[in-house]
């Protein structure tokens, strides 16, 4: 078991207005924006970046149709890797350099820097109030939030009056308001955490012979402006606390889908499919595989089996870890997924422990 922070990083710095108090709070911000944004495909050679002297105070970016936009903080991060620039975006940021210079160094590099290419941009609003909030290349297949939201609400509702919602503390269920929410949006992305705890699942010998049980959970993740891959990451848990660290969890699963040309299609056939398992609240798909991964001998060479799966550097951590928790050597691949989720418990590292987990969470995957 480990302790999963993606949702704690969420709740200490989201802002009021990036935290919702339900789906359809979400939902409909989410569709708002979708409705008041519009890609276009432009070349490089089109783009100009122009000082703006109104309430902007800053650089506004033009193209041939007459639109004027204001970068976001994110999109103008974009911008000057686009622009091939030998400053990062921080330094024009923090530089103090007049905003005539700076668009002057950028428009240049824009046209003479690198060759001509198209590139697809992402702009929100009207009149005075046009925002640029991407500039990623032509092919960046754009899932919309709304869309990524519409399926959650679909399957789950509202996400705080069901069985699956915003997440309690220590297993008691809460009132949802802006300090404990577990919804967030932004321009930039989008995250959220759903639970089941009504339903929890009852695991017999979990632990030392030990009768146990565990809730479900899952994370969902977007970004339509290329700031991250869409992703859903699927677990078992104890409980959450008041911080929204998730404590106890096993078996981490995970799924990412970049933004590529066919990346709205994957998300349709790969992740919404799942969501809808979750949906109708059944436990007999993870009872079966934690069944049939206790019943699953390993027949082959264990060192082999391990070094082949984790690396030959963990093959004795991953023995002793077993060795000491169970008392026994490892014998199956739910003994493989013990000690593989109680070694993670050790790693400093954040990241090293999750994809110690998923890979732990891919031999029930196996075994099923």
Known sequence: ????????????SRPADERFT??????????????????????TREIELIPDDGDHKGLLIGDRDGTRAAPTHWS????CSLAATPSPASYFRESGLPTPIIADCLNYNLRFTRGVEDVKLLVSGQGN????????????GRI???DVVDALVERFGDGVSGHWRVPGIFGERITVDKGNTTLYASDRDMFVFLADEDRRIEIPNRRNGQPGS???GFFVWN?????TTLGAGFFLFDYVCCNRYVWGADQYTEVRIRHTSGAPDRWIEEVTPVLREYAEGSAKPVLQAIEDARSKRIEVDLDQFLAKRFGKSLVPALKAVHETEEGRPIETLWDVTVAATAHARSLPNNDKRLELERSAGELLKQAA
């Open 1 to 12: 078991m480990t302790t999963l922070t993606q949702a704690h990083r969420q709740w200490a």
């Open 144 to 146: 919309w939030n709304a």
């Open 22 to 43: 339900s789906l359809t709070e979400l939902q409909s911000f989410a569709a708002l924006s979708r409705q008041t944004s519009r890609s276009k495909v432009v070349s």
């Open 214 to 216: 565990l809730a479900r």
């Open 76 to 79: 103008f991060g974009q911008l």
């Open 223 to 227: 970004s339509e402006v290329g700031n």
């Open 129 to 140: 109030g046009v925002e640029l909030r991407a500039a990623t290349g032509p092919r960046y």
